[in-house]
């Protein structure tokens, strides 16, 4: 689920980090010492591994700003509010119709007695 993904983003600082793209974007642009690469290839491990956890906290402490995430963090929130009210509703609205085809299944049960008696 989106709602259950976005909880676990807000969770972990080392990931809300890597999100903030115009640090990324200002990192690719500036030259690489060194290097006769492309720069926008990237140096990290894969996402998976265990290298990519510290090589993913060191980066955020070293290029890292506090506000850049707290500022992610304040929006991806408002994202999630927005999410959790739209699942709230969801949530009502099937309880909603399940009573209702509740309620329409014992009104032909009813009706059916009816002519049965008949």
Partial sequence: MVRDELEQLLDDDDDMADLYLSRKLAGASSPVSGSVGPNWFPAS???GSKISRASRASAATVHGNENDVEELEMLLEAY???IDGT????TTLREYIDDTEDYINIQLDNHRNQLIQV
Avoid: D, E, G, V
């Fill in 45 to 47: 491990p894969p996402i």
């Fill in 80 to 82: 999630f509010m927005q």
């Fill in 87 to 90: 699942l709230t509703k969801l």
